[in-house]
Structures are given as C-alpha cells and as structure tokens.
C-alpha cells in the first residue's frame, strides 16, 4: 500500500451477505443466463425440463438439510425478509396474540406493527445483557389466545444462539405455532424442523448458506400448511384455468417467476457446504468468532456484548468508548480496508438491553470461508489502534 493507493480489502460482513461466494457459484449463475435462460414452470422444452429438474432437486436437497420430512413444504422465496412476511400474513388474522422478542429484525418488528395495527396483539419478550431470551419469560408471555410464537434462532446483534427446540416446545403445548427467523444459523449450526418441533422456518439464500442474494427459503411443517395462507397470487405455470391459487404447495405459495439464476447459484453453494461438511465449517467458523471476540476484549476502552464464543455464530460486536460506531465502522473501511457494518443492524430493541443505543449500535464483525487468521489479526490491531490501544 502507498499513500495515494486504497489499503488491501477485508471482508468482515458476512452477517449482512457472504462473500466471496463458494466455487461454482458464479459459474452456475452465468450458466443459467448466457446458455439456458428459461422461464422455470413455462418451458416444456428438453432445456426448460433440465432447468427444472435442477430447481426440484435443490428444493429436496433442502429440506433433507433442514430435516424436513414427507409432506413438509419448501418453498422458494426472494429473501429471509419474504420468507417472514408470507409466514407472519399468511398465518395470522385479527384477534390472533403473538410472542416475540426484544432480539428480533425489523423483518419481523415491521410486519407485527402492521399488523398489530389491524388487530393482532403483540407481546415483546425482553433479553439480558448478552441478547439471551429466558425461557420461563417466554412462558409467562403466552396467553390462551396466544397462536404464534415468532424468535429468532440467533440474534443479528450478538450473534447469541437461542433455546428454540424448548421455545418451540412451549408453544406446542399451549396450542400454538412457533415461526423461526433462522437467517443468521442457516448454514453455520445444524437445523432439523422436525427434531427442533419448528413449525415454521425462515431464512435467506445469501448468507450462510452462500448463495445470491434474491434467494430465501420457508420451510413449513406438514400440520402446518393447510393454516398458511398464500401470501401472493398470481401465475404458476399450473392449474391456469382456476381463478384461484392452486391449493397445494408449494404452487400455493410461489407465484410469478422464479429468480431461477439465484436459485441454480444457491444449488452450487449448497452442494459445497455439504462437501466441506456442515460441522468442519462450523469448527472454523467457531475458532475464528473465538479469535475475534478474545483479541477485541482486552481492548482498552472496547466493549464486547454477548455471550461467550461457544453461544453464539460467527457474528461479533463491539463498542469503543467516546465513539459513534458509525465513525469507527468509516475509520476501518478508509484507512484500513476492513468492511464491517455499524448501527443498529435492523434490530432496534435489543440496544436498550446490550447498553449500546448510546454509540449508535455497535460495529459489527462476521467473518465468512474466506477470512485468514492475518486478517482477524489486522482487524484487532486496527481496532486497537482507533482505541487507542
């Protein structure tokens, strides 16, 4: 590096979307649109067919890796905040409770306030200072009317991994459905519906599970699926003489065209992760958050929320004292070349409990496949050097 040339880039926001993308990635996307270029669900040709049969095994594929079981439904959505909105319109209706949590996305604050607004009641379950959501706070939550329980498998904040399978339980038992935002566990830390009781399962295409973005899954239990609405209509490539949606998934839900592209892309990362294999990446993934969240702590004036490295998935923030967090977020992209992000990252409430409204959020480091122990390094010597370290 040169004083007039840019320092070298590092990619410390995976949490946001991964990059770089697995092998095959791109070549799977850039074959679809110079060599195939069908519209999936219309072409009755030799290439619409191939196109398609690739599309279907993608969608088993998934749901073998979210332990889905016969008469689940997968369906393909543009992004985990899609894959929210269909599951929170499509399911709940006016006088219907629902239990969240001061941990979640605006992916599903925004669509609650709507639709609290028209008649759904809402609850905001709290977290303590790590972005934990006690259980026996999730229970004193739940009313007789109470139909949907909507968590997040893991905080965007803190990167804190939650309960779900005893969440899930809680809801079950009191009659009532569990809606899970899995977009920031998707591809870090095993998921099965089925083990987990999971009625509902969000999450994006483009961040642990690698793919393009304008990709999102919802995975919906079998018992679940006749109490889900179709969120959009519109064509489907089948049963066009019906005014209707077709009434069978996942045609119920996916109408108008597929971002087939993205969707091959997300093939091409899915078949990666299973061939590094989902534990060996989690290993690394976790040695790397270890990494970054010890060098960060003993940091003079830097403050590291959340719980320890084994709770949580690759997702580290922190807060300097004296500074925005914005600031230092700029700091580190122009004079270091590391790409964090700061702010608020989406979830406003859970600023409240981790102390951090003050800095304006926190900076947020998430390190993906390609991220070097010299780059963890760099990052904490830069941090340090803002510090004043």
Request: glycine share 10%; proline share 7%; aromatic share 4%.
């Amino acid at each position: 590096m040169t004083a007039d040339s840019p320092p070298p880039r590092i990619y410390l926001d995976n949490a946001a979307t991964s990059f770089p993308k697995p092998p095959g990635v791109v070549e799977a996307v850039t074959r679809y649109l110079t060599d195939e270029g069908v519209s999936l669900g219309r072409a009755t040709t030799r290439s619409g067919e191939e196109t398609a049969r690739r599309v279907s095994q993608l969608r088993t594929k998934l749901g073998q890796f979210f332990g889905a079981g016969p008469g689940d439904e997968v369906v393909f959505t543009f992004s985990g905040t899609d894959s929210l909105n269909m599951a929170l319109h499509g399911f709940l209706k006016p006088g219907d409770h629902v239990v969240t949590t001061d941990i979640e996305h605006n992916s599903v604050l925004r669509p609650l306030e709507w639709l609290r607004q028209r008649g759904i009641a809402v609850t905001h379950v709290p977290c303590d200072s790590a972005g934990r959501v006690a259980t026996d706070d999730i229970r004193q939550a739940i009313r007789p009317e109470t139909r949907l329980l909507a968590v997040s498998h893991a905080s965007n904040v803190t990167g804190t991994v939650q309960p779900i399978a005893d969440f899930a339980e809680l809801a079950r038992n009191h009659g009532a459905r569990i809606l899970v935002d899995a977009c920031q566990t998707a591809g870090h830390i095993p998921i099965s519906i089925r083990e987990a009781g999971i009625d509902f399962l969000a999450c994006s295409g483009h961040k642990g599970l690698r793919g393009p973005l304008g990709t999102g899954v919802l995975v919906i239990a079998r018992d679940a699926v006749p109490d889900l609405e179709s969120f959009r209509q519109g064509g489907t490539g089948s049963h066009s003489d019906s005014p209707l949606q077709p009434a069978a998934g996942p045609d119920k839900y996916e109408a108008g065209n597929h971002n087939t592209p993205g969707l091959l892309g997300l093939a091409a990362a899915l078949d990666w992760i299973e061939q590094e294999e989902l534990g060996a990446l989690h290993e690394r993934e976790a040695a790397q958050t270890a990494r970054l969240q010890e060098g960060l702590r003993y940091l003079p004036n830097v403050r590291v929320p959340g719980p320890e490295p084994d709770e949580r998935v690759p997702v580290v923030s922190f807060v300097i004292e004296g500074f925005d967090s914005r600031d230092v977020a700029s700091i580190l992209d122009a004079e270091f070349g590391i790409e964090v992000r700061a702010g608020l990252h989406c979830a406003p409430r859970i600023h409240t409990a981790l102390g951090t409204l003050p800095y304006g959020g926190t900076v947020r480091l998430s390190p993906g496949l390609a991220t070097t122990d010299g780059q963890i390094d760099a990052a904490l010597d830069a941090v340090a050097e803002i510090a004043g370290g």
